[in-house]
């Protein structure tokens, strides 16, 4: 899942340079456009081809507006640029759909676990998720590597200039970019949106997330997005349940309880400045 | 620097006279509601002040400025809160509720925490740069929201607000004397950092950091003194603003309240002495004011905001006074 928004955002941040505040925004359309379609048409599949369709619109729609003017600025007017859009697109989702929580319902197919070899259960829909992932990670990858819209995908990130010069039309290019990032947060949001509640302000902590993720990874890989993705997950949970346990060794129940806790959450962040701080441009970096 | 009396004197005095007065005319009129508005202006800008320091004149785009205001106000707020129940501070200490005390405290708290934050972070630049002071910002949040010995999530109230010696500092009036004098001495400083030695070499490693250290200066310590300089007016601030609500919660670290440090100063103009005093004039005003019409006033502040990033670069105070200064 964190994968999914990450990729996104990595493809925006590397191949366009660009930092984009308001994708967790995209991810918020995405899980609204799905609830909202699926709650019409009582088809979580029909929601889920909404979602796609309404983040890469909404996606598209930004580019044209607003992004195009901010290739040639600093980072500083693209942060509060982006960061003005989340402001203006979640006032406006509250205004569309109100301020109350919509639900998801996990579609009949993907409902019911699966024993794992060992005797666990797991939730077929997260597997599902999961498989979602590894699928969009070998498109990507595919689509970056092996095709000609990869081509010039990679052509403009290297020299925005000298492809235009070729007879590319980079603004189309930038903006079918662009679409496509903000259909994968959108895909994310309706996925995740079956776990959790669909709500405005969903979208800020999985962006953030996302950042932490990409920055671990180095901008503009994907490779980096992925490896990151898995440690951010994996450290994060482990963090949770096993800080409090270590702590109970030195520290009273109760107290190890609410450090761990505290400590815990800060986990992912510190792992995020210890990796920059060593390796300052990420851990995949060169790459972009 | 400039010859004459230039438009962007005249607006800012004009912007600081209306400061002074507003507050002096409601507390005749008997509103002291305007009063506790101008002082959230004084506040707000005294913060946004500590941070032009960092992004306006040194280029460094610090988005997690929150942690420190976060941390000014907690100081503020853990202070009184164990005044209040006469229980002693960590380390033996006896807690006060004098401001002055507690101001110390804060700043030296901040400068204490940013130097090593900064130290960290300033190995970056660019885009890592704003998302490792972040990063940071967000483990101070995640920090005070999990911490539960003072509020966690849902903050600590201040029930008698901080006191200051020969001032009443309950009333809405002496308060705001309080804050506007202490962002009076933030301008100050931030006025002579412009006109020092410092200043120059700050601004001139935003401008070119290649040749600032051809010329044998080390950038990074440069950076990092900005860094600090900025992080303790800042906290000064938020020690200001959890008592001026008497409430402080994780809300104040947030990256919404970077976010909103940075808007500050963008919409009044950055790298100017009143740039931060313009925008926190307008911000708050504007919140007040749309927000007595309606509730989606960010809606709106949003489309602002998106206008003056898109089409007015020098902010409120460039688009009245023209451009003044390069880069």
């Avoid at chain 1, 660009?18 to 979580?44: D, E, K, P, R």
């Avoid at chain 1, 776990?195 to 490779?223: R, T, Y």
Wanted: one cysteine or more; glycine letters at 12%.
């Amino acid at each position: 899942m964190l994968f999914l928004i990450a990729a996104g955002l990595t493809l925006i941040f590397g191949v366009m340079g660009l930092i984009n505040l308001a994708h967790g925004s995209l991810y918020m359309i995405g899980a609204f456009a799905c609830a909202a379609v699926a709650a019409a048409t009582g088809s979580f599949w029909i929601g889920l081809v909404a979602s796609l369709a309404a983040a890469a619109a909404a996606g598209a729609l930004m580019e044209v507006a607003v992004i195009r003017r901010l290739y040639e600025r600093d980072h500083l007017d693209q942060v509060l640029a982006t960061f003005a859009l989340i402001l203006i697109l979640s006032e406006g989702m509250r205004w569309l759909f109100g301020s109350f929580p919509l639900y998801l319902d996990i579609p009949p197919v993907l409902q019911g676990a699966v024993p794992l070899p060992g005797g666990g259960q797991y939730q077929l829909y997260r597997l599902a998720i999961i498989g979602v992932g590894i699928v969009v990670a070998v498109g990507l990858y595919l689509l970056i590597s092996r095709t000609r819209l990869g081509m010039r995908i990679r052509a403009g990130e290297s020299d925005r200039e000298m492809i235009a010069a070729l007879g590319v039309d980079i603004r189309t290019l930038y903006t079918v970019v662009f679409a496509l990032g903000a259909a994968l947060a959108g895909l994310a949001g309706a996925l995740v949106g079956a776990l959790q509640s669909v709500q405005v302000g969903m979208g800020e902590p999985a962006l953030i997330l996302a950042f932490v993720v990409i920055v671990i990874g180095g901008i503009g890989s994907i490779k980096g997005a992925l490896v990151g993705a898995v440690l951010v997950g994996v450290v994060d949970t482990m963090g949770r349940f096993l800080l409090p346990k270590l702590l109970a060794l030195a520290l009273p129940i109760s107290q190890a309880n609410s450090v761990g806790a505290a400590l815990a959450s800060m986990l992912i962040y510190i792992v995020m400045a210890l990796i920059l701080a060593f390796r300052p441009r990420g851990l995949f970096a060169g790459q972009a | 620097m400039m010859a004459g009396v230039s438009r962007e004197t005249w607006i800012s005095a004009v912007l600081v006279a209306l400061l002074v007065a507003v507050p002096l005319a409601a507390t005749a009129a008997g509103e002291p509601f305007y009063v506790t508005l101008a002082t959230r202006i004084a506040i707000l800008a005294l913060a946004a002040v500590g941070l032009n320091i960092a992004l306006g004149l040194g280029g460094l785009v610090s988005f997690g400025h929150a942690a420190f205001f976060g941390l000014g106000g907690y100081v503020a707020g853990i202070f009184a809160t164990h005044a209040f129940n006469g229980a002693p501070l960590p380390f033996g200490f006896a807690a006060t509720t004098a401001m002055p005390v507690i101001w110390l405290v804060a700043i030296a708290l901040c400068g204490l925490v940013a130097l090593p934050i900064g130290a960290i972070s300033l190995r970056t630049a660019g885009v890592y740069f704003i998302m490792i002071t972040l990063a940071f910002a967000q483990m101070i949040y995640y920090f005070a929201v999990s911490w539960p010995d003072y509020g966690g999530e849902d903050g600590l109230s201040i029930y008698v607000r901080n006191s200051f010696p020969g001032l009443n500092t309950a009333q809405p009036l002496p308060y705001f004397l309080l804050c506007l004098g202490l962002l009076a001495a933030g301008m100050v400083l931030f006025w002579c950092i412009q006109g020092s030695r410092f200043g120059a070499a700050l601004e001139a490693s935003r401008q070119n950091a290649t040749r600032l250290a051809a010329v044998g200066i080390t950038p990074f310590g440069i950076r990092l003194a900005a860094f600090v300089i900025s992080a303790m007016m800042t906290g000064l601030a938020g020690a200001l603003f959890a008592d001026l609500n008497r409430f402080v919660s994780p809300s104040m670290l947030s990256w919404h309240m970077s976010g909103e440090l940075i808007v500050l100063i963008i919409l009044g103009g950055k790298g100017r002495l009143f740039g931060p005093l313009a925008g926190a004039m307008v911000y708050v005003l504007f919140e007040y004011a749309l927000g007595g019409i309606t509730e989606r006033w960010q809606f709106f502040l949003g489309l602002i905001l998106l206008g003056v990033v898109l089409f007015a670069r020098g902010g409120l105070l460039g688009l009245l006074a023209g451009k003044t200064r390069h880069g």
